[in-house]
Nanobody, 117 residues
Framework: QVQLVESGGGLVQAGGSLRLSCAAS????????MGWFRQAPGKEREFVAR????????YYADSVQGRFTISRDNAKNTVDLQMNSLKPGDTAVYYC??????????WGQGTQVTVSS
C-alpha cells in the first residue's frame, strides 16, 4: 500500500520561508519521479515542481521558479520543497505525488501553507 505523508506546512509572513517534506512508503521510491502540486481555495490544483527518480532533473512552474527548490533523498524515501520569498498568492494546500510515466498516480493528503501579507 502506497502512502505519502506531507509535513512542514504552516503560517508564515510574506517574504518568509517554509520547507515541506513528503515521506513515501510502500513503493520502490528511487524508481519514480515525484511532484509537488498545490490547490488554493476555489481554484484548480496546479503543478508546482517535479524531480526525476534520481534527482538529476527538476522542473518548476513559472510562478515559483527561482523561489522554490525541490529535492529528494532516496535513502530516506523523502522529497522536499524548500519555499523562499513566499507570497500571499502561494497560500494553498500542498500535495506531493508519485509520477508514473507522465501521470501522477498516488497522492498525499496535503499540508496547508498560509502566507500572510
Amino acid at each position: 500500500q502506497v502512502q505519502l505523508v506531507e509535513s512542514g506546512g504552516g503560517l508564515v509572513q510574506a517574504g518568509g520561508s517554509l520547507r515541506l517534506s513528503c515521506a513515501a512508503s510502500g513503493l520502490p521510491f528511487s524508481s519514480y519521479g515525484m511532484g509537488w502540486f498545490r490547490q488554493a481555495p476555489g481554484k484548480e490544483r496546479e503543478f508546482v515542481a517535479r524531480i526525476s527518480y534520481n534527482g538529476g532533473t527538476t522542473y518548476y512552474a513559472d510562478s515559483v521558479q527561482g523561489r522554490f527548490t525541490i529535492s529528494r533523498d532516496n535513502a530516506k524515501n523523502t522529497v522536499d520543497l524548500q519555499m523562499n520569498s513566499l507570497k500571499p498568492g502561494d497560500t494553498a494546500v500542498y500535495y506531493c505525488a508519485v509520477r508514473f510515466g507522465t501521470q501522477y498516480v498516488y497522492w498525499g493528503q496535503g499540508t496547508q501553507v498560509t502566507v500572510s501579507s
